[in-house]
């Protein structure tokens, strides 16, 4: 069974950033194919990847769901919706040389995400056995871990940035793991964008306050928000890039 590797944290952390380096190193050091679940509504790890992605699991699922009343969406006859969806579902796969991307994408007009929520989860759960890697990003906050989307996870990554609200964040998402008895093999915070790549001590001693280990510590790099500002990927960053190798560093003590 593959290994499932869930990044959380709130919003704004740069948890994306992180996870499209952590899938990059994966591929580098031989692990793939790596399955890259973009399990946010709002879906950008594409563009930290590089990548177009195809048709996403929200899309699909609003093609189905107007199939009917719509003349541009068709079911096959003699099939009915749910089968037609279950036929459809490798389709919201983009292949890469050395991973695959599934993007949740968002439902369109009202109502909640459950049911596209629910389309990560069966997905996720029908791919394990394929890949030996699958990295989830998830959404700012703890809805998916509330929902129990990904229960099988091995190793939770939190992320925040240096602000005693990013850890404390990332400390009710700990204790929500606890309590909903997920017990991944391995939880631990990554602090990302620290100036000069250190802690200072009102940051460390919240990080204590919430029970959180510390798995490292990633510096700011203006790079990094040059290269958002300038449309380039992340991932590619040149490899002697402070956050590529504070990363790096952090991910060989991780053992992945």
Known sequence: MGHIIAVSGKGGVGKTTLCGLLIQYLCDTGKKPVLAVDADA?????????????????????EIERAGSDPKYKIPAGITKAE??????????????????????????????CFVNGLVQTQVQKLQSHYPYIVVDNEAGMEHISRGILPAMEVAILVSDC????????????RLMEELKLHPKKTGLIVNRA??????????????????????????????????????????????????????????????
């Open 42 to 62: 709002n879906s950008n790890l594409n563009e930290v990847l590089g990548v177009e992605p195809g048709i996403t699991l929200g899309e699909l699922r609003e």
């Open 84 to 113: 037609y969806l279950e036929s459809r579902m490798m389709d919201a796969v983009a292949e890469e040389d050395d991973y695959d991307l599934m993007v949740m994408g968002r439902s369109q007009g009202q109502g909640c995400y």
């Open 163 to 174: 602000s005693r609200r990013g850890v404390q964040a990332a400390g009710r998402i700990a």
């Open 195 to 256: 100036p000069h790549g250190k802690l200072d001590q009102g940051t460390l001693e919240e990080i204590k306050n919430q029970g959180l280990e510390l798995l490292g510590v990633v510096p700011h790099d203006d790079m990094v928000y040059q290269y958002d500002c300038d449309g380039k990927p992340t991932v590619q960053l040149p490899k002697d890039s402070p956050v590529r190798m504070a990363l790096k560093e952090i991910i060989e003590k991780l053992g992945l």
